[in-house]
C-alpha cells in the first residue's frame, strides 16, 4: 500500500474523529434543539464548532469515498474504527469527559481486531479467469445483462 493510501485512511480516522469532537462542543454550547422548531436548528448550524465539525465530517466523507474506490468494505470500515481511539482521546482530554474502565476495554478490543484486519489484503483478488473483481458488479454493467434479484439483510429484493 503506498503512502497516499495511508493517508487517506488517516484522513478517514482524524477527520471522523475531530469533526465528531468538535460537534459535540458545539452543541453543548447551542443547548437542546428539536426538530419542530427548525431556527434553533438553524442556530445550532451557524455555531463555529458545529459549522468547522460539519466541514470536517464531510472531508470524512470524501476521505471515505476515496478509500472505498480502491479498498474492500470489509477493510475500509474497520480501519476507520481507529477514530474511536482517537475520538476517547480527545473526549477525555479535550472536552473533559468522563471514560469508563469498560469503555476503555471496549476501545481496546476494537484495536484489536483493527489489528487483525490490517494484516489482510485491503482488496479482494479476482479468482483465476475472471476479467471484474465483483461478478456482480460485471452483470450490472453489461446493459443487456438480466436483472438479478438479490435479497438483502431486510429481506427486500432490489
Known amino acids: 500500500m503506498s503512502l497516499r493510501k495511508y493517508l487517506v485512511l488517516a484522513g478517514v480516522t482524524v477527520f471522523a474523529a475531530a469533526g465528531d469532537s468538535?460537534?459535540?462542543?458545539?452543541?453543548?454550547?447551542a443547548g437542546n434543539?428539536?426538530?419542530?422548531?427548525?431556527?434553533?436548528?438553524?442556530?445550532?448550524?451557524?455555531?463555529?464548532?458545529?459549522?468547522?465539525?460539519?466541514v470536517l465530517l464531510l472531508?470524512?466523507?470524501?476521505?471515505?469515498?476515496?478509500?472505498?474506490?480502491w479498498a474492500d468494505l470489509t477493510y475500509?470500515?474497520?480501519?476507520t474504527s481507529l477514530g474511536y481511539v482517537l475520538l476517547a482521546?480527545?473526549?477525555?482530554?479535550?472536552?473533559?469527559?468522563?471514560?469508563?474502565?469498560?469503555?476503555?476495554?471496549?476501545i481496546v478490543l476494537i484495536s484489536g481486531g483493527v489489528g487483525f484486519v490490517a494484516?489482510?489484503?485491503?482488496?479482494?483478488?479476482p479468482e483465476a479467469g475472471a476479467s471484474s473483481p465483483s461478478p456482480l458488479l460485471a452483470k450490472e454493467?453489461?446493459?443487456?445483462?438480466?436483472?438479478?434479484?438479490?435479497?438483502?439483510?431486510?429481506?427486500v429484493k432490489r
Open 33 to 54: 434543539i428539536s426538530l419542530d422548531h427548525l431556527q434553533g436548528v438553524v442556530l445550532a448550524v451557524l455555531n463555529p464548532w458545529v459549522a468547522v465539525g460539519i
Open 22 to 29: 468538535m460537534l459535540s462542543h458545539g452543541m453543548k454550547q
Open 76 to 79: 475500509v470500515l474497520p480501519a
Open 89 to 106: 482521546l480527545l473526549a477525555k482530554f479535550a472536552l473533559h469527559e468522563q471514560v469508563s474502565p469498560m469503555r476503555w476495554i471496549g
Open 59 to 69: 472531508a470524512f466523507f470524501a476521505s471515505y469515498m476515496n478509500a472505498l474506490s
Open 141 to 155: 454493467a453489461s446493459s443487456d445483462a438480466p436483472r438479478v434479484d438479490v435479497p438483502t439483510i431486510s429481506g
Open 119 to 125: 494484516g489482510g489484503p485491503a482488496l479482494t483478488e
